[in-house]
């Protein structure tokens, strides 16, 4: 709110201006999140004042985001190397949200380069040093959204049993539940749980776990849960694909396209190039098989019974 004077105190600007980047990012909006996050960071950096010093922490960490989600990996996680250093203290909880999610973006840019042994580490730290916080609002989302990401190191490091055990447990607290955030929680050990009984060998359950993913958000607008309808459609057509049921993996790949639009954004990228590729493999395949089943000589027609 304005001072009497009618100005926006700074602690309440700052504030506002890295929630919205936090929204950008969340939406894709990323060069209007950058830029908010350089104001931010070039403003307050030297304050004293502990409100000020969370938003300039809040601000390192989602310009790291952002880059993260430009594929600039080291240079993001520099930027969490600075969070750290200047500002995690456990005699200091007043930043302690700034530090949560300086982490949880580490840990999701650790597992993006292949590197679950640190992901898992610096997910640990976190859930160690806030975990017991966890109620508090400020605390609540990035501590909620380390234990998912749990789920998707155990998943990339062939650890299936545990994330199929966690994501069930995960699911008893999360299902049901009208909170938005839940929701996306939600989707997201719904998702993990699918992976890890693809890769138990669980082909039919698997199936039917992607599927639901697909059923429950497929209407969903937002753009975060977009994005794990299509990784879910992606590992169903990849189950087929590995099956060999060539025509249901052509309609899974024709599913990911369709739910992608004509204009799909930066996070569908990846699951519309799968499909665009592997569309024209399977149909390369389907036409081989028609052509061999073509050639094939017809059996003889058989011989009629005499008559007695």
């Excluded at 679950?116 to 976190?126: F, T």
């Excluded at 199929?164 to 008893?172: G, H, Q």
């Excluded at 929701?183 to 998702?191: D, G, M």
């Excluded at 977009?226 to 694909?241: D, F, H, Q, Y």
Aim: glycine fraction near 4%.
């Amino acid at each position: 709110m304005p001072d009497a004077e009618g100005a926006v105190p700074p602690e309440v600007e700052a504030k506002e201006k890295m929630d919205r980047a936090r929204a950008c990012i969340r939406s894709g909006d990323l060069e209007e999140a950058i830029p908010l996050c350089d104001e931010v960071y070039r403003r307050f950096t030297l304050s004293k004042s502990p409100a000020l010093q969370l938003q300039v922490a809040r601000a390192l960490g989602h310009r790291g985001a952002a880059l993260s989600e430009k594929g600039m990996f080291h240079e993001a996680l520099v930027h969490f190397d600075e969070v750290e250093r200047r500002f995690w203290s456990p005699r200091r909880p007043e930043l302690w949200e700034g530090i949560a999610w300086g982490m949880l973006y580490r840990a999701r840019v650790l597992l993006e380069m292949n590197q679950e042994p640190m992901c898992s580490n610096w997910l640990e730290r976190l859930l160690s040093r806030f975990g017991a916080s966890a109620q508090r609002p400020d605390l609540r989302v990035p501590v909620e959204m380390a234990r998912t990401a749990v789920l998707a190191a155990h998943n990339q490091a062939e650890r299936f049993e545990a994330s199929l055990s966690l994501s069930e447990e995960l699911l008893k607290e999360y299902d049901g539940q009208a909170d938005p955030f839940l929701v996306e929680q939600t989707a997201v050990a719904l998702l993990q749980r699918a992976i890890a009984l693809q890769g138990l060998g669980h082909v039919d359950e698997a199936l039917e776990a992607f599927d639901e993913v697909d059923v429950r958000y497929s209407e969903d607008p937002d753009p975060r849960l977009r994005a794990l309808v299509s990784t879910a459609l992606m590992g169903r057509a990849i189950v087929l694909l590995r099956e060999e049921f060539l025509p249901e993996a052509l309609s899974a790949l024709d599913a990911i396209l369709e739910h992608a639009g004509p204009n799909p954004g930066r996070r569908l990228l990846e699951p519309v190039n799968f499909a665009k590729f592997h569309h024209e493999v399977v149909e390369r395949q389907m036409q081989v098989e028609r052509e061999r089943t073509a050639r094939r000589p017809k059996p003889p027609p058989l011989a009629k019974p005499k008559p007695r």
